[in-house]
């Protein structure tokens, strides 16, 4: 495995390549890092699984390099789904649509949809673009973490984590930190309303803006899932524990303006949402990195992005 951090023209040429040959190639978005195959290549997708080491049933995230790829991979698109990709992509949004024929069962775990986006990280749009000049159709690519683990938002998670599943022509592509931080957006978009099945950058007022509805629908992801439990999803070793007050060395994270408790190791103290997001998972590795045993965090108030912060809070607390 190699880590690049100078992303020149060459290099996402050579890892373009490297995905066309069959290895995997772990690059920067905007939400967080993923795991890249070909998507059409079964075996390369079967190396996904095994690196991170997650259950074969859960579909991956299809990612293209714009919304004029959108009907190679899905069929029967709703008039709103259109809508929505011609608003938020490229950006932190993903679309579970009616797969096409080149959507195998290795690809959406069987199902008959496909989840699909068009990230707005430029090496990751480089990436894809280059991948479809040499005749690809798009990179699978889910959080690029072990099954369970909290998604990376720095190259160095990448490596940490998977370098000792990763073979030697791998490549990881080293794009600095994410900006947005937090997984995108899931919407599901096979039936006459759209759903939002994971919370993200993109917002619920956002798309009720944009499709000039009133209250879109949330339903939990992890009710579409086909096996298993999503119990210790987004977890970090530590214990998570929300709004409840930290003892002597627990690890603890709040918004800048909430003062530190006596005796608490402050792995984050973010001055906005945005960078609350940002920050998040990075101070829950933090908080893993100096061995704590709990970490106590304050979540953050209100609608838009700090909805989705909640939400990967509470997932990580709920192990
Ligand atoms: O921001 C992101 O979405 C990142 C970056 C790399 O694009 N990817 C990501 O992938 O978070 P992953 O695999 O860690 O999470 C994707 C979620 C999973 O919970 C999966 O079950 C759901 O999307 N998903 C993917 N395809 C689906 C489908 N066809 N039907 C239902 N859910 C799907
Ligand atoms: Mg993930």
Not at 15 to 39: C, I, M, R, S
Request: proline content about 6%; hydrophobic content about 40%; aromatic content about 6%.
């Amino acid at each position: 495995m190699e880590i690049i951090s100078n992303c020149t023209q060459d290099v996402i040429e050579k890892a373009a390549k490297a995905l066309t040959e069959g290895h995997l190639v772990a690059f920067p978005t905007e939400t967080v890092y993923g795991l890249g195959a070909d998507a059409t290549n079964e075996m390369a997708v079967s190396r996904i699984y095994s690196v991170k080491g997650r259950p074969s049933d859960h579909p991956l995230i299809v990612h293209i390099s714009s919304i004029n790829h959108l009907e190679k991979w899905a069929i029967d698109i709703q008039e709103y789904a259109i809508k929505l990709a011609k608003d938020f992509w490229p950006g932190p949004m993903t679309l579970i649509l009616k797969r096409s024929q080149l959507a195998k069962d290795y690809i959406t775990g069987g199902q008959s949809r496909v989840g699909l986006r068009v990230p707005a990280q430029p090496i990751a749009l480089a990436l894809l673009a280059n991948f479809e000049k040499n005749g690809g159709f798009g990179i699978a690519a889910p959080s690029a973490n072990r099954f369970g683990a909290v998604s990376p938002t720095r190259a160095s998670d990448v490596s940490e984590e998977l370098q000792t599943y990763l073979n030697k022509k791998d490549l990881i592509l080293d794009g600095g930190p994410c900006l947005v931080g937090l997984e995108s957006t899931i919407i599901n978009c096979v039936d006459s309303l759209p759903v939002i099945l994971r919370p993200g950058a993109v917002t619920k007022e956002m798309i009720n803006s944009s499709l000039q509805i009133d209250g879109i629908e949330s339903n939990d992801e992890s009710d579409f899932k086909v096996s298993g439990s999503m119990e210790s999803h987004y977890s970090p070793k530590a214990k998570v524990f929300v709004d409840l007050p930290p003892g002597p060395g627990d690890g603890f994270i709040a918004i800048k303006s909430i003062p530190t408790p006596i005796g608490t190791i402050r792995l984050a103290s973010p001055k906005s949402i945005e960078q609350f997001a940002t920050d998040f998972y990075a101070a829950l590795r933090l908080g893993d990195k100096k061995g704590l045993e709990r970490i106590y965090v304050i979540q953050p108030e209100g609608s838009g992005l700090a909805e989705a912060i909640r939400d990967r809070l509470n997932k990580a607390a709920s192990r």
